[in-house]
Every structure is written in structure tokens, then in C-alpha cells.
């Protein structure tokens, strides 16, 4: 039984529906904000490959380091709207970002490596550990995928 008054109930139910609500609408303004910056970046991305084809390798890789983080922004407002629809916080499509983000990473190494005018001394140094680094992140968060795969119980 409740040590509490009826009223007082009643009272912390309201506030309870309230910050509910509250919460729900700006987890909202989080999805939509999300698809803004999302198209913004899409919009700008595809401008900036048509307008500078003089340097057509590095347009390619800016592009698809665009895409790339128009596809994280995308996962990640997915994820939110499942988190508001289920009231489950999924694990899968972060790790599926943190790939995404570590191939960006990976991509991003890589052109400075292969576009980057004479990289020297420390700059090849930190390049070069930038993309190790992207590469581990790659393969761990890659086995956690697996893991997470085979170890869900199927009724």
C-alpha cells in the first residue's frame, strides 16, 4: 500500500506524462535537426563534386567522406526514432556507425597518404597511426557486430 495521499499520486503522474512528453518532443527536434544537417551536408556534397572537377581525385574522396557522414547522420536519427518507438536502446546500429565512422577515418588517412603533397616527419608519423588506428576500430567494433550476431537467442 501507498504511504501516499491520492492527490499527491495523481500529482507525480501528471509531472511523470509531462517530462515524458517533454523528452519525446525533443527527441524529435533531435531527428529532425539530424535531417536537416543530413541534407545540408548531401546538398553541399554533390555542389562541391560538380563545381570542382579540376581535381577530380580528391572531389571523389571528399564526396564519398560526405556521403559517408550523410549515411552516419542518417543511422543515427534512425536509431533515435527505434529508441522512441520501442523504448529500447538498440546496440547494433552504433556499432554500424562507429564502422561507417572508422571507414570514414580509414578513407580520410588514405587520401592524405595518396593526395597528400609530400608528407613528411611527424605528418606521415600521425597519418600513418590515424589510419592504424581506423583499421583497429574497424575490425573490433566489426567483431562486436559478429558477436552481438551470434549471440542472440532465437525462440
Known amino acids: 500500500m501507498s504511504t501516499e495521499h491520492p492527490r499527491e499520486d495523481s500529482a507525480r503522474s501528471r509531472l511523470d506524462r509531462f517530462v515524458q512528453s517533454l523528452l519525446a518532443v525533443l ?5 529532425v535537426s539530424l535531417l536537416v544537417v543530413a541534407a545540408t551536408v548531401l546538398a553541399r556534397t554533390v555542389f562541391t563534386f ?9 572531389t571523389v574522396v571528399a564526396a564519398i ?7 552516419i547522420l542518417l543511422d543515427i536519427a534512425h536509431t533515435v526514432l527505434a529508441h522512441l518507438r ?3 536502446f538498440p546496440v547494433r546500429p552504433f556499432l554500424v556507425i562507429g564502422i561507417l565512422a572508422g571507414v570514414r577515418d580509414i578513407l580520410s588517412a588514405s587520401a592524405r597518404l595518396t593526395f597528400g603533397t609530400s608528407l613528411q616527419g611527424s605528418d606521415f608519423t600521425h597519418t600513418l597511426i590515424s589510419l592504424s588506428l581506423g583499421v583497429g576500430v574497424v575490425v573490433m567494433l566489426s567483431l562486436a557486430l559478429v558477436l552481438l550476431r551470434f ?3 532465437d525462440p
Not at 527527441?27 to 531527428?31: A, K, V
Open 50 to 58: 560538380f563545381r570542382q572537377w579540376s581535381g577530380f581525385p580528391q
Open 27 to 31: 527527441e524529435y527536434l533531435i531527428i
Open 151 to 153: 549471440s542472440r537467442k
Open 65 to 71: 567522406d560526405g556521403i559517408l557522414v550523410v549515411i
Open 86 to 88: 520501442s523504448s529500447t
